[in-house]
């Protein structure tokens, strides 16, 4: 079991691999006052290439990677806009206080997504219905941008998650002999808290603050929990759509190139 553990943990450990070079930049810039944005994005643009050209990260995934950055951004750019956090620091690559080295912190997520479908042979049965997938993914990211003006139904488009993945599990190997699995819900709470406990070192870091921060580092809220694991939801679903279809093209052009002529 121990052996079984420690498998588990290095594959992790690997799968996570820009999630951890965003904390490690983070750490080694954290007494710069000026320029810290700045040098994260070039760092994280230069580990992006490294990824792609190492074959790490295929082009297609960069692909989906690139539209987390986008999606990240835009959330970052109407929360902060509202003082729901705050980048400390000026920089040249801030826009309206947001510095756009940030999206990478959602496109890390994606990335984690696509390193663990390699490291542990990831298989989901029981998938949803892609308009399904949309449906909840949807849901959750116009909430966070709805809920100051209207009610936040977190909630309530969590029992729709639920729902919806209710019935599906994903199966991975941890030993080359062992094969495990669970329920997705499990599976996006899991991540979701892991990402939680990550945001405490991102503002222990001072990578960003919340408004209970400015006047010195205290823990982050258990509600936030929640809100990772909606973000979480949004990230797998659509890495994990993007995969199946990239598969599905690949089978497809695969078997239109054996039935050529010869």
Partial sequence: MGREVLAFAIKQVRASQFALFIFA??????????????????????????????????????????????????????????????????????WHGVPIFSGFMYASVASYVFQANRQFDLEFSRWPKWPLVLMATGAIYLNFFLNRYFADIRWPIGALVLGIYLRCRVSFTTLPSVRRSMPMPVAFMAIGFFVWVAEHLCTFLNVWQYPDQTEGWTWVSIGKWSSWTLLTVVSVSIATEWMRRTTARQMESGSAGNNKPR
């Fill in 25 to 94: 930049i983070a750490a080694l810039t954290r007494g710069m006052s000026f320029g810290r944005y700045d040098l994260m994005l070039g760092l994280c643009l230069a580990f992006q290439a490294w990824m792609v050209a190492t074959r790490r990260e295929t082009w297609a995934e960069f692909g989906c990677i690139a539209i987390f950055h986008g999606l990240g951004l835009a959330l970052e750019l109407y929360k902060v806009s509202h003082g729901s956090w705050s980048y400390p620091g000026d920089a040249f690559t801030k």
